[in-house]
Each structure stands twice: as C-alpha cells, then as structure tokens.
C-alpha cells in the first residue's frame, strides 16, 4: 500500500473517530441540560482532545529523544519542538544519502576498474544482474542487451558450454573452474569463481589465467622432456654398473653397490616423474570393470614381497562389488599407498588393506599401518610434490617424495577423495573413497 493511501486512511479514520465522538458527547450534554448543557459537553470533549493529543505529541517526541537532539528550538512549545526535529532529521536523511550515494559511486567506479571480470547473478536463474567493463571484454558481452539473460549464454557457441552450466548448477563457492576460453577470444583462457554475495545472489569472478597456464604447460613439457632424457643415460650408467663384478675388485664393492642403489632410486624419480607428467596431461581414463577381489590379492602379495616377513599383511573384503575406472592407475595408486605403509612402519608392525562401502553407496579402499604416524602441521601438504616429513626416514626407504602426488592425481582423475588420518606414534590411514557411480557389481 502507498504512503498516500494510507494517509489518506488514517485522516479519514480520524475524522470518523472525532465525528462519533462529538455526536455522543452531544446526545449526552443535549440530554441532561438541553443547549446549555450541550455547549458544557462539547467543551469538555474539545478540551479531552487537545489533551490527549498533546499528551501523544509529548510521547512522540520521548520516543525521538528531543531533549537530547535539541539544543535550541525555533519557537516555543512542543509543536514548534517536533517542527524543529523533523527538519533536522530530514536533513540528516539527505546528508546522509548524499553520503551513501558517493559511496556507491566509488565503489562502482572500483568495481568498474577492476583487472578482473566482476559479476552479479540471479542464483535461481543465473542471469546477469549487473557486470563490470572487464567483464563485457573477458566475455563478449554488451550492455545494456546482455542483462537479466542467464550467463552460461555467453558460451553458447563454446564446445565447454555444458561444462560451464553444470559448474554453475552445483553452486559451490569451493570449486574453481579452470581453463575455460573466452567467448570473445578462444586463446584467452579463464577461471571462474562464485562468492556468496547474498541470500539470492552470486558474485562471479572472472580472471584471465592465460600466462598461468602457459607457465603449466612449460613446466609440464621441462618435467616431461628433461625426465625422458634422462632414461637414456640412466639406462648407460645400469648397464656399465651390471659389469662391474665386486669379485674383481673387492674394494670397490661398496662403492659399486652405492652407485647401483642411488642410479636405481633416481630411475625411480625419473619414471613417477613421467607418471605424474602423463596424469596431468590426460582429462579422462579409460573406463573398465576393475576386478578388487585379484586387485586386492596381487596388493597382498606386493606388499608381503617388500614386507619380507617383517610385517603382519591384513586384507579385509567387506565391500562386495567391484570399481569402475582405469584398473592400471588405480593399481599404481593403491600401490604407492601400500608400499608406503611398509617402508613407513617398523618391524613387527601391522598393515591393515580394508575396502568397504559407505552410506552414501559408494566404496572406501583404506591401507592403515601401526607406524611413526605423521604429525598434525605436515598434513595439509603431505601430498605436494618431493614434500617430506623427514627427509633422512625417506632417503632410508628409497622413497621419491611423489607417490602421494600420484595418488592424489589418480583420484581426481576419478573423481574420487582422498582422506588421510594419522597420529604421531600410533599410525596412518591413507583412505581413496569413491562415488556411489563408480561402483559396480562384483564379477562372479
């Protein structure tokens, strides 16, 4: 309803009231003393609503604080008081909208000049509330045509338009889509991010990673190229090391057997190098029926061969199906992580292969040791690359500080988490649980 509406109400409503209560107090006076007595009723009811009405008037003021808001007053008087303020106040309003739209001004012209596209979405609809230049360059878009239309219509014509609405579908301000190109130039590339704006509001982020990806692409290619040339020499250095018999020169057998374990460990660098090279560069795996009953049997034996009977090995079966995925990634996944938790636990220690189901349909493969644990400051970064927790414990096992990057890679690969819980002094759980979409029913 309108101001003027109900102001209008309210008048009449107070006409009504006045016009009854002068009626009545007529009836009355007219009743009891006839005109004389009339004029003393109509007296006595004009004088009730002067004094209620600036008894109201004085409670209006309390409730504004006058006191403490007037200083001097125009005049004398309540009415000349409430004249005062209200001018006053109405002058506050205007300083400050004055004030608020200078504000609004400024952060516009900030938001305008931002190096990043900047974006405000309907989050029912996805269409575009408002949007900065940036972003009318990032994007192709035109004002003001382009508003109120959704904003996975800028990639209509991009082979990743699908992509870009299912991003925006799921609504999750913790996953950034990268490598996205631009509608209004395909060698431009972008990440897109969603922050919560309001309660039916999105603020998107544009931001051109163009160099950012180009830098990737340059290490990916150095690793890739630098880890390949190295094969060949490494492949000369084992093969002169094999001739050399310790037999023939006793002396020289600690040197030889040192120089065959360190070129065997860096072997072993320069292959999860070229692994972890292959995983970056792939988008999707092949897709087959992995069977876990002989995966989890071939697991057994690995770790029981590099174990040598130092170790008690537990396989436990619970899950009852079977995972779909690529059976040679998910292999060297699993492996790393068993191989780890041998090299990582002491003698006479406990390693524990479980592969169940969670409530949500899906499958948790988890490997847990009776190991050294890892302390609570190392995990946030136990899977970045060459990251040890102690160097001296890994260069002991032969470790090359990228099994758990492999592992990591692999999972996202399918889309699958990767969980780890330890402590320090009572052990690890490395856990890889997958999506109820991933699992199949078990082979017979």
Known sequence: MSRSLLLSLAWRQSLIRLLILFSFSAVVGWSLGGAHGLAWAWALTTAGVGARAYWRLYRVLRFLDWRKQLRTVDGQGLWAALETLIHRRQTENRARTRRLIRILRAYRQAATTMPDG????????????WFNKTSRQMLGLRYPQSLESPFSAAFANSPDHQRVCDWLAAGSADDIL??????????????????????????????????????????????????????????????????????????????VEEMRKQSQRMSQLVEDLLTLSRLEAQEHLPEEQIGMTALLVTLRREAEAISQGRHTIVIEDMAGCDLSGSMKELHSAFSNLVSNAVRYTGTDGRISIRFERTPDGGARLSVRDSGYGIPLQHLPRITERFYRVSTSRSRESGGTGLGLSIVKHVLNLHQARFEIESEVGKGSTFACVFGPERVLARMA
């Open 118 to 129: 900047a974006l405000v979405l309907n989050r029912r609809t996805g269409d575009m509330v």
């Open 178 to 255: 990268m490598g996205i190109p631009s509608p209004a130039d395909p060698l431009r590339m972008l990440s897109l991010r969603l922050l919560s704006y309001s309660h039916s509001q999105w603020l998107l982020v544009v931001r051109d990673v163009t160099k950012l990806m180009r830098l990737e692409q340059v290490r990916r290619d150095f690793v890739a190229n630098v880890s390949h040339e190295l094969r060949t020499p490494l492949t000369v250095v084992h093969g002169y090391l094999d001739m050399m018999e310790p037999e023939d020169n006793p002396e020289w057998a600690p040197m």
